[in-house]
């Protein structure tokens, strides 16, 4: 393959934020909405299951929002001008949280790269504090984009529950179409979605990658036709192919920078949720509990679409995310929780009987003074002290047994 082959394709970066009412005016200020025209939705319909169209689609459940850029960025340490071309917003509108979560996406233009400059662009348009300059001002990416892209924004802020998921990174989505060497696709697909500089494997460095951790990253691709291969991770979704996206070409662009990208962002938004009920669970557990269960019901589908390919992208990009296992964890602790609700009512219950116990106890005495008239005892004094010495003896017995029997549980 030759390194200086030009390449074309779509290469986003996608950050995280947490919002609240007072904040959706200032995030939608010039932006726009998205809409479907009848082609989108017919095709929708006929190939995409009702709910998930719902929630991705139809601005209901999440609102989408795009505007249209022509920024040109330096990236310092490269040297090397990049455009930024769009921004894409997603509110998902979830009514039973406080703070909602927002994804927003930037699209850089990467027409005309060579494979290792892309590379070195996606590795540097990732992180955080990334130096850039954008006319004749130098800036940190994320203090640009706060200030320049998303209307001051600062989706960076620390401790807010999105940020603690995310870091100090973006998630790259990265599409690739170039003439390669097909035997080599996968060494690229490796390197790409880890960000490793181009030629990591061929040179068998010490910071190269092992043949079987290799193998185990490509266990999450997908490769249902000869044209190309995706490989999702936790930090990236990468496809590399030939004759696979041309951007003038209307179906296939649309397809992997509108329909497929969009199983992308929901799977990211899933992960982001599951992330942020798993930080904060202890704090209030009943309130995540319920949390968890409203997201479960209405979020998790085995399933989004009638035909094989959504569906198998929208599998192997859950299982680059670990998506299954956050809520196996979740599960595990709900039913945890439910464990320990049940065993303290058991107990406040055990409580309660053991006080209207004594009480019933407090009035044998009562009851037994018509059993002394029958005997005949006269001296009501003396048959006093043995009843209610007798019964204190029985009720501290009773007690200490029923207490030690209630901590035993």
């Known amino acids: 393959m030759d390194k200086k082959t030009t390449i074309e394709g779509l290469y986003k970066t996608i950050g995280f934020f947490n919002y609240n009412s007072s904040e959706v005016k200032n995030i939608k200020d010039k932006m726009e909405r998205y809409t479907l025209d009848d082609n989108d939705k017919k095709f929708l319909n006929n190939s995409y299951h009702s709910e998930y169209i719902n929630i991705m689609f139809e601005n209901s459940t999440v609102e989408r929002l795009y505007r249209e850029l022509d920024y040109e960025l330096k990236i310092e340490k490269l040297n090397i001008s990049i455009k930024l071309d769009k921004l894409e917003v997603f509110l998902f509108n979830e009514d039973f949280k406080k703070e909602k979560l927002g994804i927003f996406s930037l699209s850089y233009n990467i027409e005309n790269r060579n494979i290792e400059n892309l590379s070195d662009i996606s590795n540097a348009l990732n992180r955080y504090d990334t130096p850039i300059t954008y006319k004749n001002k130098t800036y940190k990416l994320k203090e640009f984009i706060s200030e320049n892209v998303l209307n001051n924004k600062r989706f960076y802020e620390e401790n807010s ?7 100090s990174r973006f998630k790259n989505y990265i599409v690739i ?3 390669h060497d097909q035997a080599k696709r996968d060494d690229l697909l490796y390197e790409i979605g880890t960000c490793s500089p181009i030629g990591t494997i061929k040179r068998n460095e010490l910071n190269s990658p092992t043949l079987s951790y290799k193998n ?6 997908i490769a249902c036709f000869n044209n190309y291969t995706g490989l999702a991770l936790l930090d990236s979704f ?3 192919g030939s004759n696979n996206y041309k951007k003038q070409d209307i179906y296939s662009h649309k397809g992997w920078d509108d329909i497929y990208y969009s199983i992308y962002i929901f799977n990211l938004y899933m992960k982001c949720t599951l992330q942020m009920l798993s930080n904060d669970f202890s704090k209030n557990p009943m309130n995540k509990r319920k949390e968890f269960q409203n997201f479960y019901n209405s979020c998790f589908y085995n399933k989004i679409a009638f ?3 959504p569906n198998e992208l929208h599998h ?3 299982k680059g995310l670990e998506i299954q296992d956050d809520i196996n964890f979740i599960s595990n602790r709900l039913d945890t929780l439910a464990t320990q609700i ?3 009512q058991q107990k406040q219950q055990e409580l309660l009987l053991l006080v209207i116990s004594v009480i019933a106890l407090i009035e044998i005495p009562l009851l037994l003074d018509s059993f002394r008239e029958m005997l005949g005892i006269e001296n009501i004094i003396l048959y006093n002290i043995c009843v209610y010495l007798l019964l204190f003896t029985t009720i501290i017995s009773f007690i200490l047994i029923k207490i030690k029997h209630i901590k035993n549980k």
């Open 161 to 167: 529950p999105s940020e603690q998921y995310l870091g």
């Open 177 to 179: 179409d170039f003439d």
């Open 216 to 221: 185990k990253m490509l266990e999450n691709s």
């Open 238 to 240: 990468t496809v590399v």
């Open 307 to 309: 035909n094989f390919l």
């Open 316 to 318: 192997c990009i859950g």
């Open 342 to 344: 049940n065993e303290n």
